[in-house]
């Protein structure tokens, strides 16, 4: 009874390691509830004005963490997928006046910000 009931277990084992294997690398982990992930995107923008705007555009439930670059234009955010999309992160960041990869901010959101934070006269960087 007991060799019947090791070579089962052994069966189902092998059969679900193997299975894993051939998923495709993007299903090997899906998020379940709880989990978080981390995700990158470029943000434009040009002073620490914007740095402060962008990251408290996220300080919403499901975001953990978010840092903007100024250098880099990257904004790199931790955040729950079962609370928060991903694009949903692009459009808050947009919502407050800066582009995304996928999200461009509107023109009349973006007339509003500060001089010095209108990053599409192509001023690379200002200095505050």
Request: glycine content about 6%; some cysteine.
């Amino acid at each position: 009874m007991k060799t019947l009931f090791s070579i089962i277990i052994i069966f189902v084992f092998a059969i679900s390691s193997f299975s894993f294997i051939f998923l495709p690398k993007d299903r090997q982990h899906s998020p379940s509830f709880g989990d978080e992930i981390t995700t990158s995107f470029k943000v434009s923008g040009v002073c620490g004005m914007c740095k402060d705007r962008i990251e408290e555009a996220l300080y919403v439930t499901g975001v953990k963490a978010a840092t903007w670059d100024r250098k880099s234009k990257m904004l790199s955010v931790t955040y729950k997928p079962k609370k928060i999309s991903e694009l949903k992160l692009h459009e808050l960041v947009a919502g407050v006046g800066h582009d995304t990869e996928k999200v461009k901010a509107k023109n009349e959101v973006y007339k509003n910000l500060p001089d010095c934070c209108l990053y599409r006269d192509g001023v690379q960087e200002h200095h505050d």
